[in-house]
């Protein structure tokens, strides 16, 4: 894969990983647990690094219980975001 990101980026292409659940209510258990969420965050920014890509998208379409569930969205996503910044 690393050669395949290395190529691309030579042409200028932006790599991203994009995130969806596999199964229902699999994400919002992950980031509705501190534990889990931390360690969501920790591959997500290692998966980043190690394959140098530009970036990560989430696609979080667990729409039943978005009241209840946006709380940990937005903590999980401020967690990205300054995990993020470490490493740029």
Same mark, same amino acid.
């Given at each position: 894969?690393?050669?395949?990101? &290395?190529?691309?980026?030579?042409?200028?292409?932006? !790599?991203?990983?994009?995130l969806?659940? +596999?199964?229902?209510?699999? /994400?919002?258990?992950?980031?509705?647990?501190?534990?889990?969420?931390?360690?969501?965050?920790?591959?997500?920014?290692a998966?980043? &690094?190690?394959?140098?890509?530009?970036?990560?998208d !989430?696609d979080?379409e667990?729409?039943? +219980?978005?009241?209840k569930? /946006?709380?940990?969205?937005?903590?999980?996503?401020?967690?990205?975001?300054?995990?993020?910044?470490?490493?740029?």
């Open positions: 894969m690393k050669v395949y990101v &290395k190529r691309l980026h030579k042409h200028n292409v932006k !790599i991203l990983i994009s969806a659940k +596999n199964s229902p209510g699999e /994400f919002t258990t992950a980031i509705n647990d501190p534990k889990a969420r931390k360690e969501l965050i920790q591959q997500i920014i998966f980043t &690094k190690e394959y140098k890509l530009d970036g990560f !989430i979080y667990e729409y039943d +219980n978005w009241d569930n /946006f709380p940990s969205l937005l903590v999980f996503a401020r967690g990205l975001y300054l995990a993020k910044e470490k490493i740029c």
